[in-house]
């Protein structure tokens, strides 16, 4: 999808359309905003529901003020002017009230960025508003304050939060990872202490961002790659409306023959690709004009050392993830359902997914189907697509119902006889 091209109340309207229906926002909460090339402020009306947002309820405010449309502008017209006239590089501007940065804002805290390699990138530095009545001329020159810092995005003090970007796209990207860094970090806390990314870490991510592969052009695509494109694509838009991917994270790719497989690109939005984004790899050779993920040689050692997987994910959800940012370990003896299909979930380190792909690929043997890497990503596999995604989804909902369960009693895992009761009926042994 070319964002650009859509007039500035599509936009809202899609962006809108994403944000409660993830669940970020309430009927009456929330409010986007673009500013265009003539000076107008496009920005979502006052008291219209949120959940049914048509492009004809998006108010147009001339940059003279005069006001074009069939309701009021929002009530917080004033900090979007007043952000905009700070700072004029910034031309997109998204507030909502996701509970998870409620809940830091009613702290008056700000949620921690280096839990993982990439967030603290894409959501930059974080400043914090002092609170102020809603609407008010007075939280406009308070947000305003913290954008004159040089700073995108803000915490408001009881309310939420306030980011500005180039343009609405990307800024709903810096909100979406930023609310997803929030519910980490919650849930984190409920296991134990999150250990932090050092500057040596990022160092590492940063040393292997661009893995460097050999180019080809593609004489033809099998029918049967075109059905697995098809089918790749209907598991990744899955994902993430599931909320196991964001729009910036998460991994899928599915083997072909011949040491050929394909898998997600590097950089494009998981909630619009298309299957011709898809990146084909052909005996460590990438299609040509295309950039497979930044995993691309860890997909690569585990189809080559294990003739039983099929399809990789690679994924970031919020309850698995907790496991991998704390000291506790993952343990699938809750439920049978885990256990048959997660078996053993170990930890790998930090760097092995860098600095040594083939090592950390020989891990996934049959009876070890998953695995986390310490402050980094849970990684699946599959026979095929729609088990690795079954796996993924039940390691989510597995590790959720972990943590929902510290707050009511003592877990009390599946024991060892049970297990290998298991084991037997399922043919696991």
């Given at each position: 999808?070319?964002?650009?091209?859509?007039?500035?109340?599509?936009?809202?309207?899609?962006?809108?359309?994403?944000?409660?229906?993830?669940?970020?926002?309430?009927?009456?909460?929330?409010?986007?905003?673009?500013?265009?090339?003539n000076?107008?402020?496009?920005?979502?009306?006052?008291?219209?529901?949120?959940?049914?947002?048509?492009?004809?309820?998006?108010?147009?405010?001339?940059?003279?003020?005069?006001?074009?449309?069939?309701?009021?502008?929002?009530?917080?017209l004033?900090?979007h002017?007043?952000?905009?006239?700070?700072?004029?590089?910034?031309?997109?501007?998204?507030?909502?009230h996701?509970?998870?940065?409620?809940?830091?804002?009613?702290?008056?805290?700000?949620?921690?960025?280096?839990?993982?390699?990439?967030?603290?990138?894409?959501?930059?530095?974080?400043?914090?508003?002092?609170?102020?009545l809603?609407?008010?001329?007075?939280?406009g020159?308070?947000?305003?304050s913290?954008?004159?810092?040089?700073?995108?995005?803000?915490?408001?003090?009881?309310?939420?939060?306030?980011?500005?970007?180039?343009?609405?796209?990307?800024?709903?990207?810096?909100?979406?990872?930023?609310?997803?860094?929030?519910?980490?970090?919650?849930?984190?806390?409920?296991?134990?202490?999150?250990?932090?990314?050092?500057?040596?870490?990022?160092?590492?991510?940063?040393?292997?961002?661009?893995?460097?592969?050999?180019?080809?052009?593609?004489?033809?695509?099998?029918?049967?790659?075109?059905?697995?494109?098809r089918?790749?694509?209907?598991?990744?838009?899955?994902?993430?409306?599931?909320?196991l991917?964001?729009?910036?994270?998460?991994?899928?790719?599915?083997?072909?023959?011949?040491?050929?497989?394909?898998?997600?690109?590097?950089?494009?939005?998981?909630?619009?690709?298309?299957?011709?984004?898809?990146?084909r790899?052909?005996?460590?050779?990438?299609?040509?004009?295309?950039?497979?993920?930044?995993s691309?040689?860890?997909?690569?050692?585990?189809?080559k050392q294990?003739?039983?997987?099929?399809?990789?994910?690679?994924?970031h959800?919020?309850?698995?993830?907790?496991?991998?940012?704390?000291?506790?370990?993952?343990?699938?003896?809750?439920?049978?359902?885990?256990?048959?299909?997660?078996?053993?979930?170990?930890?790998?380190?930090?760097?092995?997914?860098?600095?040594?792909?083939?090592?950390?690929?020989?891990?996934?043997?049959?009876?070890?189907?998953?695995?986390?890497?310490?402050?980094?990503?849970?990684?699946?596999?599959?026979?095929?697509?729609?088990?690795?995604?079954?796996?993924l989804?039940?390691?989510?909902?597995?590790?959720?119902?972990?943590i929902?369960?510290?707050?009511?009693?003592?877990?009390?895992?599946?024991?060892?006889?049970?297990?290998?009761?298991?084991?037997?009926a399922?043919?696991?042994a």
């Amino acid at each position: 999808m070319n964002f650009e091209l859509l007039h500035p109340a599509d936009q809202i309207t899609l962006m809108m359309e994403r944000i409660y229906g993830y669940g970020m926002t309430t009927t009456s909460g929330g409010n986007l905003s673009i500013l265009d090339d003539n000076g107008d402020i496009w920005i979502t009306p006052a008291g219209i529901d949120k959940g049914s947002l048509s492009r004809n309820d998006i108010v147009c405010v001339k940059a003279d003020g005069q006001v074009v449309g069939i309701h009021r502008p929002s009530s917080e017209l004033p900090f979007h002017r007043l952000i905009y006239q700070t700072r004029p590089d910034l031309k997109a501007v998204v507030h909502a009230h996701p509970p998870a940065l409620v809940s830091f804002s009613i702290v008056r805290r700000i949620p921690d960025t280096r839990m993982l390699p990439n967030e603290r990138k894409i959501c930059g530095k974080i400043g914090m508003a002092e609170y102020a009545l809603p609407g008010s001329e007075e939280l406009g020159q308070k947000i305003a304050s913290v954008f004159a810092e040089g700073i995108d995005t803000v915490m408001l003090e009881n309310h939420g939060i306030v980011i500005g970007g180039p343009n609405l796209f990307d800024t709903f990207q810096i909100f979406e990872t930023l609310d997803f860094c929030a519910r980490l970090e919650i849930k984190a806390n409920r296991l134990g202490k999150p250990v932090l990314l050092s500057e040596e870490h990022f160092d590492t991510v940063k040393a292997n961002e661009d893995p460097h592969l050999d180019t080809f052009r593609p004489n033809s695509y099998s029918a049967k790659e075109r059905e697995l494109r098809r089918e790749m694509i209907k598991f990744i838009q899955r994902s993430y409306d599931q909320r196991l991917f964001t729009s910036t994270q998460g991994t899928f790719s599915q083997r072909l023959e011949d040491g050929s497989f394909i898998i997600t690109p590097n950089g494009l939005d998981r909630k619009y690709m298309g299957i011709e984004h898809l990146v084909r790899v052909d005996n460590g050779k990438v299609e040509e004009g295309k950039r497979p993920s930044r995993s691309v040689k860890l997909h690569e050692q585990i189809y080559k050392q294990h003739p039983h997987v099929d399809s990789v994910i690679i994924a970031h959800p919020p309850n698995i993830m907790a496991f991998a940012v704390t000291e506790d370990m993952f343990d699938s003896r809750t439920i049978p359902e885990s256990y048959i299909l997660l078996r053993r979930t170990p930890k790998l380190s930090f760097g092995s997914i860098y600095t040594d792909p083939e090592g950390a690929a020989a891990i996934f043997t049959p009876d070890t189907p998953i695995a986390l890497v310490e402050n980094n990503c849970a990684i699946v596999t599959g026979q095929g697509l729609l088990n690795a995604f079954d796996r993924l989804e039940v390691a989510e909902y597995s590790a959720k119902a972990i943590i929902s369960s510290r707050c009511i009693g003592e877990i009390v895992p599946i024991d060892e006889q049970k297990i290998r009761d298991i084991e037997e009926a399922f043919g696991l042994a």
